[in-house]
């Protein structure tokens, strides 16, 4: 068995069953949980709390599902577990795939049978960024897009942060600037973000004022 096809469990403090809700709803007809995409996890930590929420962005999902979590998503709840209230878990891409350069062809032929799974992916960030406006941090951590799919989910995610004003948060290396990546400026994915950038101040702002993110302008595809 290698490493990719290890189970990874959730920590032991975490109980999916009570506390984790996902979402692979494609219309009104609720759809199955499924191991071919997932459009958001809801993780609940503290109910009776005052902390703020978190909403976090990151590429797309590898393996966690209600009975099984990998390292990123639980690196996410080891992050949050003392900070916030709850956590609202996003990816541009709504595909299962553990490699990157496998997740264009595993779209193409998904969109063969569920055509709309981009478009409900992109809906559901849109309407969960206008309900985390106050009272949630919103973290992008969505690393470099690999493919035309991923370009254009988060050009359509960045538009709508900009139109509609909203404060986003990036991890940071020395509290002053966000992490990015050097070559494309796209915010540094949370797996390759280091334990001492986790533990700096988060750096927030609009995109606009976020240092260095003006380089990160895209163009439209």
């Known amino acids: 068995m290698g490493k990719s096809d290890r189970k990874v469990y959730y920590p032991e403090w975490f109980d999916p069953e009570e506390n984790l809700e ?6 009104s007809n609720k759809s199955k949980l499924n191991d071919l995409f997932r459009f958001s996890m809801h993780f609940t930590l503290d109910n009776n709390s005052d902390k703020k929420g978190l909403m976090i962005i990151l590429m797309n999902p590898s393996k966690a599902d209600l009975k099984n979590s990998d390292a990123t998503v639980n690196r996410v709840l080891k992050y ?8 609202y878990l996003y990816n541009t891409l709504p595909v299962y795939e553990t490699k990157s350069n496998k997740i264009k062809e595993k ?3 998904l969109k063969q049978k569920h055509t709309c799974v981009l478009e409900n992916n992109i809906f559901y960030i849109k309407e969960r960024l206008l309900k985390c406006q106050d009272d949630y941090d919103i973290i992008l951590a969505t690393g470099v897009p690999t493919n035309v799919y991923g370009k254009q989910a988060i050009n359509e995610i960045y538009e709508t942060i900009i139109s509609q004003d909203l404060i986003v948060c990036f991890f940071s290396k020395n509290n002053e600037s966000p992490e990015l990546n050097k070559s494309n400026h796209y915010a540094k994915h949370l797996r390759v973000v280091s ?8 750096i927030r702002g609009k995109l606009k004022n976020i240092p260095d993110f003006k380089l990160a302008k895209r163009r439209k595809l």
């Not at 996902?22 to 219309?27: A, F, G, S, V």
């Open 107 to 109: 779209i193409d032929k």
């Open 195 to 202: 334990n001492k950038c986790l533990e700096n101040e988060l």
């Open 22 to 27: 996902i979402n692979c709803e494609l219309d």
């Open 80 to 87: 949050a577990r003392e900070k916030y209230n709850d956590v």
